[in-house]
């Protein structure tokens, strides 16, 4: 199965700032990437897929980037819903798998 | 709007089976496929399979084979995952997810939490 690795763990950001948020693969996943949103006490939400593609009714502040093996979801302008764990997910390779997630919360 | 409307949490015996329904509405349901999702705090998110609810067929993540059985009801617009002969490693929350092209999943149901315990 092709490992996702997620970096980091967590962080802590202030309001308005930028975060970053990387996947690494553990082989070429050909942009068949998607991001996923959970907020405490809920279900994840599509963000991104095709490593970049932004799904409907998701703020423009959300960007995805990357090819082969490395990925990386971009928050601008941090708001306070941003609040959450974001998944990574591949779907190039049989089975698709998930990072362990990155929780993201105010500093 | 896209709802997936999942059944409540269950807390079952070891070694039994549970049944567990995920009732679609807001589009055709046989326009897209359907997955299941385990999420466990030990081992984050994990597709356990999908079935295409127009062609009544499956795929099955290979950890999930034996375990889980996918079916639909194209009548009523819900898809069934059985879960059996389960063990404490089975508690988890469940989530169905409608498919968007491959395995990219853009509506997600509320969860079901299954607790296997004596």
């Known amino acids: 199965d092709i490992r996702m690795t997620q970096s980091p763990a967590s962080l802590s950001a202030s309001l308005g700032e930028t975060v970053n948020i990387e996947c690494l693969a553990s082989?070429?996943?050909?942009?068949?990437l998607a991001w996923y949103q959970q907020k405490p006490g809920k279900s994840p939400q599509l963000l991104i897929y095709?490593?970049?593609s932004l799904q409907n009714g998701v703020p423009s502040r959300f960007s995805g980037s990357g090819s082969g093996t490395q990925y990386s979801l971009k928050i601008n302008s941090l708001q306070s819903e941003d609040v959450a764990t974001y998944f990574c997910?591949?779907?190039?390779?049989?089975?698709?798998?998930f990072g362990a997630g990155t929780k993201l919360e105010l500093k | 709007e896209v709802k997936l409307q999942q059944s409540g949490d269950e807390l079952v015996r070891p070694g039994a089976s549970v049944k567990m329904s995920c009732k679609a509405s807001?589009?055709?349901?046989?326009?897209?496929?359907m997955h299941w999702v385990k999420q466990s705090p030990g081992q984050g998110l994990e597709w356990i399979g999908t079935?295409?609810?127009?062609?009544?067929?499956?795929s099955y993540n290979q950890k999930f084979k034996g375990k889980a059985t996918l079916t639909a009801d194209k009548s009523s617009n819900t898809a069934y995952m059985e879960l059996s002969r389960l063990t404490s490693e089975d508690s988890a929350v469940y989530y169905c997810?409608?498919?968007?092209?491959?395995?990219?999943?853009?509506?997600w149901g509320q969860g079901a939490s299954v607790t296997v315990s004596s």
């Open positions: 997810a409608r498919g968007l092209g491959a395995y990219v999943m853009d509506a």
């Open positions: 807001g589009y055709t349901f046989t326009d897209y496929a």
């Open positions: 079935i295409i609810p127009l062609i009544d067929t499956t």
């Open positions: 082989e070429d996943i050909y942009s068949d």
């Open positions: 095709n490593a970049n």
């Open positions: 997910q591949q779907y190039n390779n049989y089975p698709n798998t």
